[in-house]
């Protein structure tokens, strides 16, 4: 899923979601946004700087085609050498995921540090900031919608659910069952997490969710401290302001 937002200011004004295809070209992806923009009440005419932030390098390119083309504007992508304000401690500084950095940015800005992100995407994603706001790595597992789509394509009796807790962790039909393992699984695996994360960077860290299920995990782990779903893109917005240069000072 593409998430996209627009700001005025320090205000977030509109939250956009594209599904995710590759095989889209830049000019389909950018009449897509052009039309969601409008229909949110937004001219694309006033879209006057862009920053993103990708894990998919097939897109990377296509985006900034279209954003180039459909809005005028040369985005900032956040690669290495974009400036984060970020001090990373991982044995290649490069293999980190360019929107765990941008949520770790969000996260240490709005909730300080220490700090676990917790990220519920296509993969449920841990990350971790030390007391002296030093990104330190974290831990990667299979997001919830990946591994229900996996028991569905594997299994030959096993079906697609909602991805809703059920009243008791015992199922009593294959649905509960599901919705038991998935949903209630998860929050085991969650709140282990969090706890050995805890025995690391210490017991007052704070803890914030994000990510499409971050709602839904927060109903069933009593682990968060704060549910934030635009966390990516209030990072955008503060790595973008690190990177413009200092205003002139005037004679």
Known sequence: MINLGVFEGERLVANLRVSTDA???ADEYGLTLRDLLVLNGIDPSGI??????SVVPPLTGIFEELIQ?????????VTAGVKTGLQINYDNPRDVGADRIVDAVAAIELYGQPTIIVDFGTATVFDAVSRDGVYQGGAISPGMNVAAEALYLNTSQLRRVELVAPE????QNTTEALQSGLVLGYAGLVTGMVARFKNELGEDTKVVGTGG???????VADVFDAINPDLTLIGLRLIYAKNQPPPKMLD
């Open 23 to 25: 095989r889209k070209s």
């Open 213 to 219: 299920l971050a709602d839904t995990m927060a109903k």
């Open 48 to 53: 006057n700087d862009v920053c993103m932030c």
């Open 168 to 171: 008791s962790p015992i199922g």
């Open 69 to 77: 083309t459909y809005f005028k504007v040369n985005p900032l992508t």
